[in-house]
Structure formats: C-alpha cells, structure tokens
C-alpha cells in the first residue's frame, strides 16, 4: 500500500466509521491560500513563525541573554556600552541570517512567504529591518509593536494585522470569533448549542451559522410506535453516553448534522462559516459554548428561553 503525504500537517484528526473517504481535510490543502511569515523579536528571544490557511507553526525559536545598559558612570561605562552593543549586533546578524534560511527558498533563491509580519521590541525591529535582507525586507506587509515574545507575541502580532492579512483563514476567524463573542458580550442577537442554533437555523430566523468543523452531532428522524403522526428530530453527541433506546420510538433517518446542515442551510437563507479549534478563540468557541452557535435576523425567543420541558437529548418537532 502507498502512503500518501499531505502537503501540510492536517490541523485535527479524524476517525470515523463511514461508507465514503472523509477527504475533507485534504480538499482545503488544495485550495489557493497564501503563506505569511511573523517574526517575532525581543531582548530575550525571536521566535518564527508562518500561517496558512488555519495551520499556523512556529519553525524556530532562538534565545539570547542581552547585557542590559550599565547605569553607572567612569571609565567602564564605554566598555560596557561597547560589549552591549557587540552583542546586539551579534545577535541581529544571527536572526537575519534565520530569516533567510526560513523564508528563502534555496532552489529558487526567492521568498517562499507572500509577505513577513515583524513584530517585537521598538528598537530591535528597527536594526532588525535595517539588517534585513532586501528580498525579503520589500514584503514585509507590517511592523507592529508587540508587549511579548514568543508565542504570546504571535498571537498579538496576529490580532494587530488583522486588516492587512484579513484573506487569510487564520484571521478571519480570529476576527470573525471576536465579533460574536462581543455580540454576546453585548446580549445581542445571538444564539447558541444545537437546539437553539437548529431552531433559528430552520425557522429562518438564522443570518450566520458559525459551526466547528469536525461537530460531531447525529441528527435522528424519529416516529412514534403508537402515534405515527408523532415525529421528533433528536441531536446526539456520540461521544457522551446514549440512553437505552426507548421502545417507544423508531429511527427512520440517521446521518452526520454536519452532513444535513451542507445540504440543506441554503434553503433557509443562512450563511454558513466553519471555524477549526486550532486558534486561541476557536477553542473557545468549541470547548466553551459546544461548538455551534449563530447570528439572529432579529430578537427572537428561543426554545431554551421559553420552554421547560425540552428533552435532554435536544429534540424539536418536524
């Protein structure tokens, strides 16, 4: 058997019993999306880092241990002045150097970045940029200062740019995720969980259906034994511990949410958005609030709000 290699490590992983290939994952790696480099600088590190699409990776990392100025006066003052500043230049030299192991393509001896992100201290961004070899210094996109290094630094670089590299994946939900959550914030017009977001979704009553990509819901079409004119639609996570089935009721129609929700979301005139759990604020969305939520046409009231009797299993009539 041949091993495929994808062109980029897959963000999540997927097992899933199925009668079809799941080649979802793959399918976006085909897609045009463009690559964009951060550096991120300071007095203790600089770190590297690209984004494509949602797959964000930090390549490398350097440390460093920079003498701070000495605030004594006399005759060591300039000595010391002097080993600092050695030091600096040292240390700009080797990270400029990184930059263009990382961010060149030896066989063509071009950027293999469509532009590079520089973030970190004022004054090492500077000499930095200055040191900065010219085929890449003519596509840095943007300069921003940065309170942190790192990782932490990435991410705030990433936040500061969100205008200038708004086409890519990574910051468009990172930007998109923001908006909700201070919709929310605000107690907007919003909703959230599958009973909810499902009831707005088929009432029409739903603008933007923003949803995990790997929601791992199963939408059931059930009809009751003794009432066959009694049906009920029932959303189960399979990853929680089902109930016995009830004899009372039987399963007509069981297949992915997922799947229902690609075939059918036009039909009600929403607008669908996939987010990953890969960045800060998509992990938030699905471990804090399950993964599904949406933006509303207008205040409704929603079965959660009005109704105390809804089932635990998360079921509306059809």
Not at 2 to 28: M, N, Q, V, W
Not at 30 to 41: E, K, N
Not at 271 to 276: A, G, K, L
Request: glycine share 8%; hydrophobic share 35%; aromatic share 10%.
């Amino acid at each position: 058997m041949t091993a495929i290699e994808p062109f980029l490590p897959l963000p999540s992983g997927l097992y899933k019993c199925d009668s079809k290939f799941h080649t979802e994952g793959l399918h976006e790696q085909l897609s045009d999306q463009q690559t964009y480099g951060f550096v991120i600088i300071d007095g203790s590190m600089t770190s590297f880092h690209t984004i494509h699409g949602n797959n964000r990776q930090t390549i490398f990392k350097i440390g460093v241990s920079l003498p701070p100025k000495h605030g004594r006066g006399g005759q060591s003052k300039n000595r010391f002045e002097r080993i600092r500043e050695e030091k600096r230049g040292w240390y700009i030299s080797k990270v400029t150097a990184l930059a263009v192991q990382h961010f060149i393509n030896p066989s063509t001896s071009l950027p293999n970045v469509e532009g590079i992100v520089l973030g970190g201290s004022a004054h090492l961004k500077e000499q930095f940029l200055e040191k900065l070899d010219p085929r890449l210094s003519k596509i840095v996109v943007a300069v921003v200062d940065t309170q942190y290094g790192g990782e932490s630094g990435f991410y705030e670089a990433v936040q500061l740019t969100q205008d200038q590299l708004s086409n890519i994946s990574f910051v468009h939900e990172q930007k998109l995720l923001g908006n909700f959550f201070e919709v929310i914030s605000q107690n907007g017009l919003y909703c959230l969980g599958v009973e909810d977001t499902m009831y707005a979704l088929t009432s029409g009553l739903l603008e933007t259906l923003i949803l995990w990509k790997n929601f791992p819901h199963v939408r059931s079409e059930v009809i009751s034994v003794m009432n066959p004119d009694t049906k009920k639609v029932l959303f189960v996570d399979p990853s929680l511990k089902q109930p016995e089935e009830s004899v009372e009721w039987n399963v007509v129609n069981s297949g992915p949410l997922l799947d229902w929700i690609l075939e059918h979301y036009k039909e009600f005139g929403a607008e669908v958005v996939f987010v990953s759990d890969q960045t800060s604020s998509g992990s938030q969305f699905v471990k804090g609030f399950g993964g599904i939520g949406g933006l509303l046409r207008f205040e409704v009231s929603l079965p959660s709000m009005t109704s105390e009797e809804v089932e635990e299993d998360f079921e509306y009539v059809w």
